[in-house]
Structures are given as structure tokens and as C-alpha cells.
């Protein structure tokens, strides 16, 4: 081999070896949620999406999952395509009557005890999203229709989220029928809510501005000082949360999934937000080279906004299996 020829295959070698750091911090701070979830009573996914570059990284980020009122997200996106549609409108009364009532979170089975309850089909959207009340869920879903929340979905190019089941409905559960999606499908969906592509951008501006009234482990993980827009979900054996987290210079997207719930299993949630926070606390304080600046300090431009790509999904991300 000629001297040359030598030094050309060094090159590209070194070039194929050679690792950014900001991926190694990537890999120890996957390599802390392999460590939570060691010691997680439960089956646990996570993906992480940094919306300023669009770079993710996921465990078990590929996994179905049950999504509990997690769901409600698509079902969201399914309403305001239904009033863009002309199918109905925010302002229409909705009447409920006992015949409506289901168990779980929210405050209208309560109300609906002393009779008849009306409302408006964006108040009853208020309710579905921030009391995760589950009554006003099933009658948007006739609203919006199971058929065409599912088709938007399809043609989002999520393979595996799907509504197939009203909330509450236990005889579904035990046949096996779900609500389902990945912590990676679910990421793209909000991603795509951030960056204002679905339906329009005035409409992703009005459902993150509704979930960011959503308080629960999400929120609380994340310093006041930051916005969090969010959706949890919980029942027996099951809890989790997708959002956006307005952090400066580095917003981000999460979900964190996890079923199959010991006794005394807590919600995954909240340490996980917190694990890929400080992730990204790091990033939007530092150069890319890992020199961390004070806020006195000019660092330069933020990161452009994430390629056209990254909004079909994410392009080789890191993975845990």
C-alpha cells in the first residue's frame, strides 16, 4: 500500500472513530435512564427530542405501549381538525345526562349527579385535556369520530397510535383492545405541534396553549421558570406523560411511558424528566464543545430550527434496546 493510500484509509478512519462529545453526554445520560430503570418496577420507554436540532435519543423508544389518558392527545389534534373541517364548532352546547357519566379523573360525573349538564364543546375540551375528565372524553369522541381521529393518524405516518377504545371501558380492556402508541410516535406528534404542522399553526398554538394548563409530574420535574405543555396518563399498572419543555435555548420534547407496575412502583415520570433535563440544562448552557458559559456570557446563536426531515421522524437516533 502506497504512503498515500495509507494515510487516505487513516483519515477515514479517524474521521468514522472520531465521537462529538455532545453525543457521549448523550450516551451517559441514556445510560442513567438504563440505570433508573434497573431499579423501575415496571417496563419503562422514554424518547427525547432536542427541538432546536431535531437530534433524538429514546430507550426502548420503539416499544407499544398502553397510553392511558395519554391518548387524549390525538384525540385533540382529531377535534380541531373537525372544526377546521367545518364538522363542528367550539362554541356548540353539548348536553350531558347521566346515561354520559364514567368513572375516573374529572369533575363532571360528579356534576352530572344532580342532573343534566351543558356545555361547550371547548369547555368540554378544557375539561378532557386539564382534569383529564373522562366523560367529556367519550363524547368528544363521538364528536370527532374514532374512525377519523385514527385516519389524521394514518396519515401522519403513525403506525402504531391508535384510538380503538372509549375511556373507561373495562370490558375493551379485558379483551385486549388499547389505546397504543410508541414513546417515539408520540414524540413526533408533539414535535409537530411545537413546530406548527398539523392542521395549521394557529391551531397547534391553541392545543399547546391548552396543555400547558396540564400540572402534574411533568411540571413539577421541570423549574417554575420554565413552560411545560403536557399530557399525563394513569391507571392500575400503568403511568405516563408526553410534553414540550420550554427550556431557553434548548426546548424539548419528552414522553416517558411505563407498564407492567409492581405494587410499589412510582411514577417513572418525574425522575426521568428530570434525568433529560439536566441533559439539556447542559447543552443550552455550554458550547458545543462542552464549555459551560454564565448567562453574562454571549454564546452565540441559538440552534436553527429542526430540518424538514426531522418532522417525518427522527434519522438513526441513539437507542437503548
Known amino acids: 500500500m502506497s504512503g498515500a493510500a495509507f494515510l487516505a484509509l487513516a483519515l477515514a478512519f479517524g474521521l468514522q472513530a472520531q465521537s462529538d462529545v455532545v453525543e457521549l453526554l448523550e450516551q ?20 427525547a427530542m432536542d427541538l432546536a436540532t431535531g437530534r433524538v435519543f429514546s430507550h426502548h423508544g420503539d416499544a407499544i405501549f ?17 372544526e377546521r373541517e367545518g364538522k363542528l364548532r367550539f362554541s356548540d352546547q353539548v348536553t350531558l345526562t347521566r346515561k354520559d357519566l364514567v368513572g375516573g379523573d374529572g369533575s363532571l ?24 375528565d373522562n366523560t367529556a372524553t367519550n363524547r368528544l369522541i363521538d364528536l370527532a369520530g374514532m ?20 375511556m373507561m371501558a373495562a370490558r375493551a380492556v379485558r379483551q385486549g383492545e388499547e389505546n397504543t402508541s410508541t414513546p417515539l410516535e408520540m414524540l413526533q406528534l ?7 404542522k398539523i392542521i395549521d399553526e394557529q391551531a397547534c398554538q391553541a392545543m399547546v396553549a391548552i396543555l400547558k394548563q396540564v400540572k402534574d409530574a411533568m411540571r413539577a420535574a421541570v423549574p417554575p421558570q420554565y413552560e411545560v405543555a403536557s399530557k399525563w396518563g394513569r391507571v392500575d399498572g400503568v403511568a405516563g406523560e408526553t410534553g ?35 441533559h439539556f440544562e447542559r ?10 458559559f454564565s448567562e453574562h456570557q454571549q454564546a452565540g446563536p441559538s440552534p436553527g430550527p429542526a ?8 434519522q438513526r437516533p441513539s437507542r437503548s434496546p
Open 109 to 132: 360525573q360528579h356534576r352530572l349527579t344532580g342532573g343534566d349538564v351543558t356545555l361547550t364543546v371547548d369547555e368540554l375540551i378544557g375539561s378532557m385535556i386539564v382534569e383529564s
Open 307 to 314: 430540518p424538514a426531515s426531522a418532522l417525518r421522524g427522527p
Open 244 to 278: 414540550i419543555v420550554y427550556l431557553d435555548r434548548r426546548p424539548f420534547a419528552l414522553s416517558v411511558m411505563s407498564v407492567f407496575h409492581g405494587v410499589k412502583a412510582e411514577n417513572a415520570v418525574g425522575p426521568v424528566t428530570q434525568i433529560v433535563f439536566d
Open 147 to 166: 374512525e377519523r381521529i385514527n385516519l389524521t393518524l394514518e396519515e401522519l405516518g403513525l403506525r402504531h397510535t391508535r384510538l380503538r377504545r372509549k
Open 66 to 82: 398502553t397510553q392511558a389518558s395519554v391518548i387524549k392527545i390525538p384525540i385533540l389534534i382529531g377535534l380541531f381538525r373537525a
Open 28 to 47: 451517559k445520560t441514556l445510560q442513567r435512564i438504563r440505570d433508573f430503570d434497573a431499579r423501575f418496577d415496571g417496563v419503562l420507554g422514554v424518547a
Open 283 to 292: 447543552l443550552a448552557h455550554s458550547n458545543r464543545y462542552g464549555n459551560r
Open 190 to 196: 408533539v414535535e409537530r405541534i411545537y413546530h406548527g
